[in-house]
């Protein structure tokens, strides 16, 4: 079975998931066809990476949302850690649990020394294709940029 990784993921349609939120909702990929979305994926709730990431799309959200771009958290935490870290932070964005992986697995998310999960992002197109992968273990500042250009690229700068 060939190994999936987040690369070999671009250009073929994202993985379909069906996820609780922070609110205790199911959140399914197919809830945001029809627009763009990044889907990012971060370690834990607090760490300050992960913090940082989260609230530098926190930061951006209306530029995001201009351009009819969805922005979906994704992390291993359970629901009730997510609560609160969501409602914490003020986070304006869904974030969702995968306490068993199971769709970090499917997106290729690897875990780096057998128990960090790592951080990457995916540009989804409204046609749930993905069109960019980004890693981002630890550079959340330039993280978020980086996916505004691509956004500005995938989208012929529309709303930019």
Request: aromatic letters at 12%; charged letters at 25%.
């Amino acid at each position: 079975m060939t190994q999936i990784t987040t690369k070999s993921l671009v250009g073929k349609d994202a993985p379909d998931f069906s996820l609780e939120s922070s609110n205790g909702e199911m959140v399914n990929l197919s809830d945001f066809d029809n627009s763009w979305k990044v889907i990012f994926f971060y370690s834990v709730n607090g760490a300050p990476t992960c913090k940082r990431g989260c609230l530098n799309f926190k930061e951006q959200y209306e530029l995001f949302k201009s351009v009819g771009c969805e922005i979906i958290g994704i992390s291993q935490d359970p629901k009730n850690d997510h609560k609160e870290f969501k409602e914490s932070l003020d986070l304006p964005y869904p974030i969702l649990g995968d306490p068993e992986r199971q769709v970090a697995k499917r997106y290729g998310v690897p875990v780096h020394l057998g128990k960090f999960p790592a951080k990457s992002s995916f540009v989804v197109g409204p046609d749930r294709k993905i069109h960019y992968v980004y890693d981002w273990l630890f550079r959340p500042r330039n993280h978020v940029a980086k996916i505004l250009s691509v956004l500005s690229e995938v989208t012929d700068g529309e709303g930019f």
